[in-house]
């Protein structure tokens, strides 16, 4: 049972644009949203978190927006550069349980 | 920057084989994870130490698998014998900190492991 899901396998933005990544979930009981972010040949590293208890949160270019009543979140880069192509993966923990990933979306940015 | 170690960065062995993964976590580092990745899906736990000893283990397949943490800073991940689906990206991870404190885990590179 796939509890967090990326249905978006691949996104192409042109460079400039806003890049949206988004992720749904079915457990309700997740209240910690994270992203990562992951280059070739490296391991995924920490991007931007949300807490349930907020519905935005911003870090420069990164914004993260959590839908609690939709059991969505997304990501929002704005503008998008060619240094952000790579992969995305959201994920949820209940408390300080272990982190459900999702299946990541590879971002391309065209130049 | 310190960084958390993995070797070997790729590895190819047979079906029934025994394989053998290393991390090194960054010193000082607590808690020390084991996650697998096959191709296309995101990373899942298979292990949680808190220094040596194991706090998560609840999805290691252990009639194949062990993990160690003998002095609660390096580890190993051992697989006896190795399965064709054991094919997958390995990643070990560690945080300064007790508990899932999500954001304060930093990832190795991982260590690619093909069964043939």
């Known amino acids: 049972d796939q509890q967090v899901k990326q249905n978006s396998p691949s996104l192409s933005v042109q460079e400039g644009r806003i890049s949206i990544l988004n992720c749904d979930y079915t457990n309700s009981m997740f209240d910690y949203f994270l992203w990562y972010k992951k280059y070739p040949a490296e391991g995924p590293t920490f991007l931007i978190s949300i807490s349930s208890i907020k519905d935005k949160n911003e870090d420069g270019r990164f914004t993260v927006f959590l839908n609690k009543s939709a059991k969505h979140l997304s990501l929002h880069i704005v503008p998008s550069q060619p240094g952000d192509s790579a992969v995305y993966f959201c994920a949820a923990s209940v408390g300080d349980e272990k982190l459900t990933f999702g299946t990541g979306t590879r971002l391309t940015i065209i130049p | ?116």
């Open chain 2, 1 to 116: 920057e310190a960084e958390v170690a993995q070797s070997p960065r790729y590895k190819i062995t047979e079906k029934s084989q025994a394989v053998a993964f290393w991390c090194d976590p960054i010193s000082g580092h607590a808690t020390l994870y084991w996650y697998r990745q096959i191709l296309g899906q995101g990373p899942e736990l298979l292990v949680q130490f808190q220094d040596e000893s194991v706090v998560d283990d609840s999805q290691l397949p252990k009639d194949r698998f062990s993990a160690e943490r003998l002095k609660g800073v390096d580890s190993t991940l051992k697989i006896q014998p190795a399965e064709l689906g054991d094919s997958a990206m390995y990643l070990c991870a560690s945080s300064p900190l007790a508990g899932v404190v999500s954001e304060t885990q930093y990832f190795g590179p991982g260590t690619r492991l093909l069964v043939l």
